[in-house]
């Protein structure tokens, strides 16, 4: 009988019992992000655990390490809010030393590297030490209750961006980390997400592969945070894709001439130009993914606050070179 | 044979730290230790050091590079001072928590504002409560002596604690003076390999470090660095001894000087006890009953020792650059806190002086003299004694 070799590595670093909220996305996340990692360095260096573990303080870091049970099956440490990066530089200096092959992953949260460690992500990606930061980006400060971060997107409810009389909720567009890092012209950028398991698995394994620095942004979707259904994770992940909220790209070396962008599927009519993706023509309005939201619950008595929020893709996506078209409901 | 060689602080820690052997040092610039990273970075430069020099962002990030590459396993090392100790107050709780024993040298400097590149000893002062241990040097020679001390207690199995080891800013970290630099395989042979039991990153033996602690485990973790402060009061006379035999020269928690019969006796630390002795010297050629003590270790607090010393004396005098806004000075809450229930204690009088790098002279000490004396009778009028301070200005 012939058997389906499984898709990815059955080895588990990220194991059940961690307490993360259900249907929590950024769980998801991180088990995909050490199975890549693993199958990585079982293909460079012919030893699947060949990787430590540097992570922020936030969600996936309280929920993981609970004393005296751990989630973790790779070394781990965790040191505070700010400073994965630079926690992971000092591993990584000590591997050098001690002749340890393999990588580190540092983890951060989107407020533990879009804010507040922002100085010591770019200190490691300069310093270009052997790391492949992961950002998992749930856009907001989910642990300690849902508060904005630089990383929220326009529009978006929080507990520190409420829309009031004069307020619209969260009232600047979402900065993105992964064209910062890129600027730093370090091997490898991407962006991911856990409604294309395929590809963030992919973009993991290539991260963890470069010799030198690397930067992967993965959006996670939070129930908890986002007011979402618990069973719609993955399907609003893919939305977001599919509508143009999250771009999937990868920036090698900093070249932004030449930034890989990837087909979002959905319907989306995509134009290509010497094998580059120029423009893009989506077919699904953003509303079908701010609908299934909560936190979005408002714009829907302003849609033209969703329509400035159509605007701001379409400059964000001319960044990277590319013309988008974005359908309003019924067009 | 040892080499005797002309240097400042800066250069003796940097030999200190070039002795011990670190894997990995992690360092930013700060007036007035960025001689101690530059000289570093010369030495690996030239192959005469092997570690990883980690140029971080910030200080921050430099005591975080250390967290992790100790928590790896390995021999760490950084320099600082004032703002850039502060910067690292947060991470300083953490490595000591996290048993990772980092030592750091301090050019201990004034805390801003106003801004101050001056000696006093606020910066590691201020972070007497998170769990280090606290060494000051008189010299230069005693700033690379008690560098490698540091590393040997530290590193004990019994203490596994972090250590700063503070000498002061441009009176020691820019005054050149012979230091004595011992060999390097004695050196070797009294430090050993730095091979921890408890902190590794190693894949093949994968543990958690750094978990988050409810309350019901909590309390306990913070008592066991307790208990290895505990530990350490022993550790360091042990290693201290050993430091004896091995390169002759003798250290203890408090070093006295002349206090055997004498009624005074002035408590400093850092480079003030080298004036204070000789003052010391000058009133004891006058009659004046006077003596000395230098707080060597102030983390852990030499509370036996401090205890000793207030049975020969009827004053204590502590002369301390640092302030505790409404209390007065550190050295002297802990010296009063050890004989609170002593039955007999002598008078215990609290001086600050010689604040942002203020000069502390003769005629300050002659001030703090004639004050002691008066307190014998049980003259003391005022709760906490501000020395050298320009009343004409305020």
Redesign the interface.
């Known amino acids: 009988m012939a058997v389906r070799k499984p898709p990815i590595t059955t080895r588990e670093y990220w194991v059940p019992g961690h307490a993360a909220c259900a249907g929590c996305g950024c769980a998801v996340a991180l088990k995909l992000a050490t199975k890549a990692f693993s199958e990585a360095m079982e293909e460079k260096y012919g ?1 699947p ?4 573990i ?1 992570q922020a303080t936030g969600c996936m ?2 929920v993981s ?4 049970y ?1 989630a ?9 809010f ?2 994965a ?14 002749g ?1 092959k ?1 990588k580190i992953l540092a983890i951060g949260g989107d407020g533990g590297t879009a804010d507040i460690g922002m ?2 992500l ?2 490691m990606l ?2 270009w030490h052997n790391v492949v930061y992961l950002m998992y980006d749930n856009e907001a400060y989910m642990n300690t209750g849902i508060q904005r971060s630089s990383s929220t997107p326009y529009g978006a409810w929080t507990t520190t961006s409420p829309p009031g009389k004069y307020s619209i909720g969260e009232d600047k567009p979402k900065k993105w980390v992964a064209l910062i890092a890129a600027a730093h012209q370090v091997p490898y950028v991407a962006t991911a997400s856990i409604g294309n398991p395929f590809d963030f698995v992919r973009k993991m394994k290539k991260a963890a592969k470069v010799d030198g620095p690397a930067f992967v942004q993965v959006q996670c979707t939070c129930p908890t945070g986002w007011k979402s259904p618990l069973e719609k994770g993955v399907e609003i992940a893919r939305l977001a894709i599919e509508t143009g909220i999250w771009p999937l790209f990868e920036i090698e070396n900093g070249d932004f001439h030449n930034i890989k962008i990837q087909a979002p599927g959905g319907g989306a009519k995509v134009k290509r130009e010497g094998g580059k993706i120029v423009a893009i023509e989506f077919k699904k309005p953003i509303e079908e993914y701010l609908k299934l939201q909560g936190r979005f619950k408002h714009l829907f008595k302003k849609p033209e606050a969703i329509d400035v929020m159509r605007e701001q893709i379409k400059a964000m996506w001319k960044v990277l070179g590319v013309e988008v078209t974005l359908p309003k409901p019924g067009e | 044979m040892p080499i005797r060689k002309v240097m400042k602080a800066n250069e003796a820690a940097a030999w200190a730290a070039k002795l011990a052997k670190p894997k990995v040092v992690a360092a930013f610039p700060i007036t007035p230790s960025t001689l101690v990273p530059e000289k570093i970075s010369e030495f690996v430069a030239n192959g005469e050091m092997d570690a990883e020099f980690i140029k971080v962002e910030s200080e921050h990030s430099a005591i975080s590079a250390c967290v992790g590459a100790s928590a790896a396993g390995v021999r760490v090392f950084t320099a600082t001072a004032s703002q850039g100790l502060a910067l690292m107050h947060e991470i300083l709780f953490i490595a000591a928590g996290m048993r990772l024993p980092i030592v750091v040298a301090i050019g201990n400097r004034s805390l801003s504002a106003p801004i101050n590149i001056w000696n006093d000893w606020q910066d590691s002062i201020s972070e007497r409560d998170t769990g280090w241990l606290q060494f000051y040097a008189e010299n230069n020679q005693e700033a690379l002596d008690l560098i490698l001390a540091a590393f040997k207690v530290a590193e004990d199995e019994r203490v596994l604690l972090p250590a700063m080891v503070g000498f002061d800013a441009f009176i020691l970290t820019h005054t050149v003076e012979p230091v004595e630099i011992p060999d390097q395989e004695v050196v070797d042979s009294f430090l050993g390999e730095y091979v921890p039991k408890h902190a590794y990153l190693d894949p093949a033996r994968p543990i958690t470090q750094g978990a988050l602690g409810f309350p019901a485990h909590y309390m306990e973790a913070r008592y066991t660095v307790w208990e290895a402060n505990e530990a350490a009061k022993k550790v360091i006379d042990e290693v201290f001894e050993e430091f004896e035999k091995t390169f002759g020269r003798r250290y203890h928690k408090i070093e006295e000087y002349k206090t055997d019969d004498a009624d005074i006796v002035l408590v400093t630390m850092g480079s003030l006890a080298g004036t204070v002795k000789e003052f010391v010297d000058k009133k004891r050629e006058e009659g004046v009953k006077i003596g000395a003590a230098k707080i060597t270790v102030y983390r852990p607090f030499p509370v036996e020792e401090i205890r000793a010393l207030a049975k020969k004396t009827k004053v204590l005098a502590i002369l301390e650059k640092d302030i505790s806004f409404s209390i007065g000075g550190a050295v002297f809450a802990d010296t009063s806190r050890a004989l609170i229930n002593e039955k007999e204690k002598p008078v215990v009088l609290d001086f600050i002086l010689g604040l942002g790098g203020r000069d502390v002279t003769f005629e300050n000490l002659e001030e703090i003299v004639s004050i002691a004396k008066k307190a014998i009778d049980g003259g003391v009028e005022e709760e906490v004694y501000w020395i050298g301070l320009r009343k004409e200005i305020l």
């Open positions: 030893d655990n060949a990787f430590a540097a870091e309280v390490a609970v004393f005296p751990t973790w099956k790779a070394p781990w440490i965790h040191v505070a700010e400073n990066a630079a926690a992971a530089s000092g591993v990584e200096a000590a591997w050098k030393k001690l340890r393999g100085q010591a770019s200190g300069e310093r």
